[in-house]
Every structure is written in structure tokens, then in C-alpha cells.
């Protein structure tokens, strides 16, 4: 039997589905590359889950909007649980939509540090993902693919 393909978990916060609509983008070019993805809103389902989620794949893509210059506090409370668990290893990417100053990807890219991910470059889309922004994401999220595959 073929060797299962490598799962990506992309999940997210949101308060007005832009960061949503950035994670069904990366979720799209990264699926075209030939990974599994589950895409979790962090509102839907409890943390817990999405750990045991995490944990069972082999690249992380974890997404917030900036508000008041910081991720939001459930995605916040995510990558702080993350840090009990054996995330070593795998590939690691984080994203947002942001109005002005967009910090959320990197402060959360700094959080994730000690987990000894591969990280990649975080990626910040303004407002509401179209067209070329769009693309960016699906391109994002076929760099994701690509560096899991490559492992
Ligand atoms: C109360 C409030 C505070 C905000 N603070 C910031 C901020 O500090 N920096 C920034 O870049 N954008 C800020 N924004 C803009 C949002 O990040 C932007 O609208 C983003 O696209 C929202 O994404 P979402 O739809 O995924 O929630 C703020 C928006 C609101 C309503």
C-alpha cells in the first residue's frame, strides 16, 4: 500500500472571517500539492482536540487577526498548550489578516519558537484575501506542502 500522505492541520481565529477566508486559501494550495488538511476554526471545537489534532500531523499552520496589536486569546491560549507537547520536527506556519500593523503571525511565529518546528516565513494578508492576496495564500500554502513533503 502507498505511504499515507502527510497531514497538514490549519487552524484559526476570527472575528470577521478574513483570517478564515486566508485559511481556506492555504488550505486549497496545499492540497493541490498532495497533503491531507483539516482546517479547524478554534471557536468550534475544544482545545484539547485540536492538540490531539496537532499532534497526529506532520505540519501546523496556525492563523489570527491582529487586534490591539496581538493574536487573539483563544489562538493565544492554543500555543501555550503547545508547549507541553512534542511538536519537534514538524513544519510550522502562521498567518493572519491584519488592518495596519499585523503583529499576530509573528508574535505567534515567537511563541512557537522552543517547539523546535521547522518554521517558515509567517504570512500577512490585508483584510479580506482576493484575487492576487488570494493567491498568495494558496501559494503559501503550497510552500507548506512542498517543505512536508520534502521531509
Ligand atoms: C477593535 C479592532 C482592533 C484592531 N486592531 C488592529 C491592530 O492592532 N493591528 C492591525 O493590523 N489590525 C487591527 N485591526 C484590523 C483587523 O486585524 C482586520 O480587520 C482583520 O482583517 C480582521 O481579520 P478577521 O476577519 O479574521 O477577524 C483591528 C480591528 C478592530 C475592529
Avoid at 492538540?51 to 486569546?73: D, F, L, M
Avoid at 520536527?89 to 522552543?114: D, I, M, N, Q, W
Wanted: include cysteine.
Amino acid at each position: 500500500m502507498a505511504d499515507p500522505k502527510p497531514k497538514l492541520v490549519i487552524v484559526y481565529g476570527t472575528g470577521t472571517n478574513n483570517t478564515k477566508a486566508v485559511a481556506e486559501g492555504i488550505e486549497s494550495g496545499a492540497r493541490d500539492e498532495g497533503v491531507d488538511t483539516v482546517v479547524l476554526n478554534v471557536a468550534d471545537i475544544s482545545k484539547e482536540e485540536i492538540v490531539a489534532e496537532i499532534t497526529g500531523a506532520q505540519g501546523v499552520a496556525i492563523g489570527s487577526p491582529t487586534y490591539n496589536r496581538k493574536p487573539v486569546p483563544a489562538i493565544v491560549t492554543l500555543v501555550d498548550m503547545l508547549q507541553d507537547v512534542n511538536m519537534e520536527g514538524k513544519v510550522c506556519a502562521t498567518f493572519g489578516a491584519y488592518g495596519h500593523s499585523g503583529e499576530a503571525p509573528k508574535t505567534l511565529k515567537r511563541v512557537l519558537k522552543p517547539c523546535n518546528m521547522e518554521q517558515m516565513e509567517v504570512l500577512r494578508i490585508l483584510g479580506k484575501p482576493a484575487g492576487p492576496t488570494l493567491d498568495e495564500c494558496r501559494k503559501y500554502g503550497a510552500e507548506i506542502a512542498g517543505n512536508m513533503l520534502e521531509k
